[in-house]
């Protein structure tokens, strides 16, 4: 359990720091992250995926938008429905941003044997399923 909670400190620090470097606050850097690795969102998903209330969502893909971080784009399917994206032409710069943290963390996974890494990869899936489930009751009481 301390481990637990020294790795999740760490994270919020590193990721703080890290949206910092680049001046970002840590929900606008894993807002990006999360449109990264999810693709395109509309702002109630992007609200669902934060827990951020509506008008917050919309203040921080405005302030994204205006740094052409993000861009609005019509969906495809539906075309009255907005969605969010990473801009295409930052996309290849946070990535290079990250390449550096990307590679040590492959040195520190590659420590490790497949069965290992399952284990990991399945715990690390479980406590984000908990903490997003533990997120939206702490949302829930508080009337969001």
């Known amino acids: 359990m ?10 919020v620090l ?5 949206a910092e470097s680049v001046g970002l606050s840590a929900t606008d850097e894993k807002t990006i992250e999360i449109l990264a690795r999810l693709g395109p969102l509309s702002a109630g998903e992007i609200a669902q ?3 951020l209330a509506s008008a917050s969502v919309t203040s921080l893909i405005d302030r994204l938008e205006e740094r052409g ?3 609005r784009v019509r969906d495809a399917v539906d075309r009255r429905r907005v969605m969010v994206e990473v801009a295409p032409e930052k996309s290849a710069e946070l990535g290079a941003m990250f390449e550096p943290i990307r590679r040590e963390m492959e040195t520190l996974l590659a420590k490790y044997d497949d069965a290992q890494l399952a284990a990991i990869a399945d715990y690390l899936s479980r406590a984000a399923a908990w903490s997003r489930e533990h997120a939206a009751a702490l949302r829930a009481r508080r009337g969001r």
């Open 14 to 18: 590193l990721h703080t720091a890290i």
């Open 69 to 71: 971080l993000v861009r």
């Open 2 to 11: 301390l481990a637990g909670r020294e790795s999740s400190t760490a994270g």
């Open 49 to 51: 995926h934060t827990g």
